[in-house]
């Protein structure tokens, strides 16, 4: 994450953490954020907070909208190790209204081999 995040075309992202369990590690391991970031730690995005997920994202398109945020070109979604992306996508693909304001560019799976 940090690597993406160094590079120029991440500059004006906005990124969102998923903490999953009883104490959130990942949010405090982005060495660098140049935009906003939310943590999210209310459960997992691809079962249990994916209306979560949903309000995140109508808020910040307002947010944006309004000027009460920074403008952002991209948004970044940090899932926790456990979120299945299937559930993620379908809910930004499939949504009305987010299908209308977001493209999906990409999606980036980390696999340890261990």
């Known amino acids: 994450m940090n690597r993406l995040l160094r590079d120029p075309a991440a500059a004006s992202a906005l990124v969102i953490i998923n903490e999953f369990g009883?104490?959130?590690l990942d949010h405090l391991l982005v060495e660098r954020v140049d935009g906003?970031?939310?943590v999210m730690t209310s459960g997992c995005?691809?079962?249990s907070i994916r209306g979560d997920l949903i309000a995140t994202?109508?808020?910040i398109l307002r947010?944006?909208?309004n000027g009460r945020i920074a403008?952002?070109?991209?948004?970044i979604i940090e899932t926790t190790g456990l979120a299945d992306p299937a559930p993620v996508l379908q809910t930004i693909l499939?949504?009305?209204?987010?299908a209308l304001r977001f493209r999906l560019d990409g999606v980036v799976t980390l696999i340890d081999s261990c």
């Open 71 to 75: 403008p952002f070109e991209r948004v």
């Open 36 to 38: 906003d970031m939310l």
């Open 22 to 24: 009883e104490i959130g």
């Open 94 to 98: 499939v949504h009305p209204y987010l």
């Open 45 to 47: 995005l691809c079962c």
């Open 63 to 65: 947010r944006r909208d």
């Open 57 to 59: 994202l109508e808020d």
